[in-house]
């Protein structure tokens, strides 16, 4: 009997995204039973994966890491503890199987036997000896009917799988990640706050599987919440598959206004007139926000406190980092501190919020279209890397267009993008002018995206750009609710 492996898994087995097995599904290219796919089935529409191109999934996931700019990239192994007891199950399940296969062994020999007894005289149930002889001799010179299986078990025992409740979604958590790092990295909307194991709002219920704790928690559940099976998802890793029951924000609307006291990381030049400023969140402080949404920075000078609105342009799941692209055209008191040399590394930066509904909706998988203009990349890029860490989308593609000498500063990043996802496609355009930029942009995107009625669309930009941007899409098909802008 093969193997049965849920979507998650069968994707990261065979290297390919979530999307790409769920499309195949859908299609009726790929029988999945209960959201399981029959291993033997993958191996026959995959053929070319085997236990020695294992390096090859390893390849595609180091491009897709590339791709995706994270800065904490750790792929390490679980902890001696967990592999024990992850592959003191697989030998357990080794050895119920072994005893299984031996005793089936038997019984066919038996039958086999009574064949030869009962049909001695006239030979009529010869032709059945000869298959049960036949199947025999095949399945003792196989050695692996299915090649992927060694792969599959390996990866039983390097990662785990969260089943998270009511949604269905799924994640894999690899080395010694929490169950609220991989959620988050998966682009999964869970509630959190410290991620320290301080303020409880990660709490969750454990339906089945088993946890281990690799950080200490001050927070006390109650008896109560114990008996019923709640953890904190900060402080716990999985052992082995589990199913956790807790409720995923669905929009802006779920997410609470904070207000969290970060430092400035480092500045980078992303081009002559284009900064990058990076802050990070205390350890025991993390911000909550959805991809594509913006904050509101405080510094204190000595005339008083400078504040400016600057979009997101990291995700949820870049952990404690904060990215802000600015461009020294964006007015205002911070923007002039950065370009001065006021605001530096290590200044402390209050950064209140989030907000914005310049957000992707959760599930949508309608195909994606983000056009940008110069730092109205920034948002855009925050979204694009929610899309490839959720595998949400379809297809998503980018028109980016520069009106000035810094360019598309981050071209490399989108051409990498473009290498590691085949549903991704990446379109600069240059033009001094940014509303007849954005002209030139939605005409480059309607015809490669006839119909916009099944899209989504994201305009990001100077306001000029965006109302243009607005009323082509809108002028081309673009549904009003289906449309998100964002003034920088
Ligand atoms: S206890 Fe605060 S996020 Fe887990």
Not at 129 to 150: H, K, N
Not at 329 to 340: I, K, M, S
Not at 354 to 363: I, K, Q, S, W
Not at 430 to 436: H, L, M, R
Request: net charge negative.
């Amino acid at each position: 009997m093969s193997r049965k492996l849920s979507v998650a898994r069968a994707a990261y087995l065979i290297g390919v995204p979530r999307g790409v097995l769920q499309r195949m599904v859908h299609a009726g290219e790929l029988h999945a039973d209960d959201g399981l796919i029959d291993l033997e089935e993958l191996q026959r529409l995959f053929p070319s994966v085997s236990p020695e191109e294992a390096g090859a999934l390893e390849r595609v996931q180091a491009i897709r890491e590339e791709a995706f700019g994270k800065r904490v990239r750790e792929r390490l192994l679980p902890s001696q503890e967990v592999l024990a007891q992850r592959l003191f199950a697989q030998s357990r399940e080794l050895t119920e199987m072994r005893g299984m296969t031996q005793s089936y062994h038997r019984l066919v020999v038996e039958v086999r036997r009574r064949v030869e007894a009962l049909g001695g005289e006239d030979g009529s149930l010869r032709p059945l000896a000869e298959f049960i002889d036949r199947e025999l001799a095949q399945l003792l010179g196989e050695e692996s009917s299915v090649p992927l299986e060694t792969m599959a078990a390996m990866l039983e025992v390097i990662s785990a799988q969260v089943t998270v409740r009511p949604s269905g979604h799924q994640f894999l958590l690899e080395g010694n990640e929490s169950i609220l790092q991989a959620g988050l990295k998966s682009g999964l909307r869970f509630s959190y706050g410290c991620s320290s194991g301080n303020c409880g709002l990660c709490k969750a219920r454990l339906i089945s599987g088993e946890l281990r704790q690799i950080q200490q928690a001050e927070y006390r559940l109650s008896e109560l919440e114990r008996q019923q099976g709640y953890t904190l998802l900060c402080a716990h890793t999985a052992v082995s598959d589990v199913v956790i029951e807790t409720l995923e924000a669905s929009g802006p609307q779920d997410i609470p206004q904070q207000d969290i006291v970060c430092s400035v990381r480092a500045i980078g030049e992303l081009a002559p007139g284009t900064r990058l400023l990076h802050l990070q969140t205390p350890r025991s402080n993390r911000l909550r926000f959805l991809a594509g949404q913006s904050v509101t920075l405080g510094v204190a000078t000595p005339h008083g406190d400078a504040q400016q609105a600057f979009a997101l342009a990291s995700c949820p799941c870049d952990e404690r980092n904060l990215h802000i692209h600015v461009g020294r055209r964006q007015d205002g008191p911070v923007t002039a501190l950065l370009f001065d040399g006021q605001l530096k590394a290590n200044s402390a930066v209050n950064v209140r919020g989030p907000t914005g509904d310049f957000v992707v909706d959760a599930d949508s998988a309608r195909p994606a279209l983000f056009v940008a203009c110069d730092t109205g990349f920034g948002p855009v890029k925050s979204l694009i890397e929610h899309l490839i860490a959720s595998e949400q989308a379809e297809v998503f593609a980018l028109y980016w267009l520069a009106t000035g000498a810094d360019g598309h500063y981050l071209a490399n990043q989108c051409r990498a993008w473009e290498a590691a996802f085949d549903n991704f496609s990446f379109t600069a355009l240059s033009d001094e002018d940014a509303g007849a930029g954005a002209g030139r942009a939605v005409d480059a995107l309607r015809s490669a995206h006839a119909d916009l009625a099944r899209c989504d669309c994201f305009v990001a930009g100077p306001a000029q750009f965006v109302e243009t941007a607005r009323g082509a899409l809108i002028a081309a098909g673009a549904t009003a609710a289906q449309l998100r802008t964002l003034v920088l």
